[in-house]
């Protein structure tokens, strides 16, 4: 159990708003704000490089906190500025030919499918878009059934952006094993929220922000590559941190996943993301899930409760994420108006995930997403606003 008035005092924003947007970037413990802020205040006082040296144990800290967190080695971890340049790092360091299918899934990430159209354009590979099951999560039959000679990678993202959604990570580990086709997971809104055991999924690449479910800093993350299956692979980007220039026509790349990472980074960060993956270990990751879907559920049923509203979220198993639609309301405007009312909760639009929501006949959703520092008491006040805000119960 945990105990839900101290993680409030220990998170100093609880007193200023309530926060439904964890999903977003969510309110960090006072542990990882003092952890932040006490480097930048020692690179400040001592300058960069000598801080740098001084907090060398905690920086290197960073790695075995975070492969303990996802059931990883440490040197298959490296640090990178958020998920989206992480999940970069892995795929464009892929090599795709004419004809090369890249399987993806109907609520995928819209940075991702970016990517995915980019390299179809520049390399003639092809991406399929697997359908969804009845539950709305990835069909695995139809997963099964399209794989091919082909198939050159299976890349899905483990919670959507918009939406309850968990996707059957681990199901798809072992059909993307058995077909041997590499697998990248985006578990940018999963890793913080659920238990991520990057074993039991059986990915090749995994790629996590700092900012939402970890309650790190902004600016933050990381990338993990399973050893065995992607150490011969090359990073798109080198520099003399990821390789050391050892002839004058020679380079020698770094073994370990830290090859992923460049020379310069927010050393702040790394310190602060650490102090959240920590307190995520030592609070663990079970008791975290508990709590957070015993809050989701207890919203969407306050929620199902209210005439005008339509819960949207789809899968067989529901996380954290909460969305909704309100009926003659304008989306945008109503989250402006909670805003001033000292509420944070946001909008997902056809931008972040356009063949879900567009499919599904939404233009955007609403968002509320919970963090274990939120209470029933805040669910009640938050549904109230929102009901009063609109006019209607
Ligand atoms: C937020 C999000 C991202 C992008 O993460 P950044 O840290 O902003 O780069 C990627 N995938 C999913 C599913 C997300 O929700």
Not at 3 to 25: F, I, M, W
Not at 177 to 204: E, F, H, K
Not at 338 to 359: E, W
Request: aromatic share 8%; with cysteine; net charge negative.
């Amino acid at each position: 159990m945990l105990d839900v008035e101290r993680l409030r005092a220990e998170t100093p924003g609880c007193a200023h708003v309530l926060d439904l947007n964890a999903a977003g970037s969510a309110l960090p413990s006072r542990r990882t704000l003092d952890a932040t802020l006490d480097h930048l205040r020692l690179e400040a006082e001592t300058g960069g490089y000598a801080a740098a040296a001084e907090a060398h144990a905690e920086l290197e800290g960073f790695y075995p906190s975070v492969a303990r967190l996802v059931g990883a080695e440490a040197d298959e971890i490296a640090f990178v500025e958020n998920a989206t340049r992480a999940w970069d790092l892995a795929f464009y360091s892929l090599a795709f030919k004419p004809g090369d299918r890249i399987l993806t899934c109907v609520s995928e990430y819209s940075s991702n499918y970016i990517s995915y159209l980019q390299v179809a354009r520049k390399t003639g590979a092809e991406i399929v878009v697997v359908p969804d099951d009845n539950h709305g999560q990835i069909d695995l039959g139809a997963l099964e059934r399209a794989i091919d000679a082909r198939t050159k990678l299976i890349s899905i993202s483990h919670v959507p952006t918009q939406g309850g959604l968990v996707q059957p990570a681990e199901a798809v580990g072992r059909i993307a094993n058995a077909s041997g086709v590499p697998y990248l997971l985006d578990a940018c809104q999963s890793v913080g929220q659920l238990p991520v055991d990057v074993g039991r999924i059986g990915c090749d690449f995994l790629s996590v922000t700092g900012r939402k479910y970890l309650r790190g800093p902004r600016g933050t993350g990381f990338l993990y590559a399973r050893r065995a299956t992607t150490q011969h692979i090359e990073p798109i980007f080198l520099d003399n941190h990821a390789a050391k220039w050892t002839g004058d026509n020679e380079y020698t790349v770094r073994a370990d996943a830290r090859r992923f990472e460049n020379w310069e980074r927010y050393f702040a960060g790394v310190i602060g993301l650490k102090a959240a993956v920590d307190q995520a270990n030592e609070l663990g990751m079970e008791a975290i899930w508990l709590r957070l879907r015993e809050l989701a559920d207890g919203l969407r049923a306050r929620l199902a409760d209210l005439r005008r509203v339509t819960l949207t979220d789809l899968g067989e198993v529901k996380g954290a994420i909460v969305t909704f639609a309100v009926a003659d309301a304008d989306h945008v405007a109503l989250r402006d108006a909670l805003r001033r009312q000292a509420i944070n909760v946001t909008v997902s639009t056809q931008f972040s995930s356009r063949l879900d929501l567009k499919g599904r006949g939404l233009l955007n959703v609403m968002r509320a997403s919970v963090h274990i520092y939120n209470t029933e008491e805040e669910l009640d006040r938050f549904v109230a606003a929102l009901a009063a805000t609109v006019g209607s119960p």
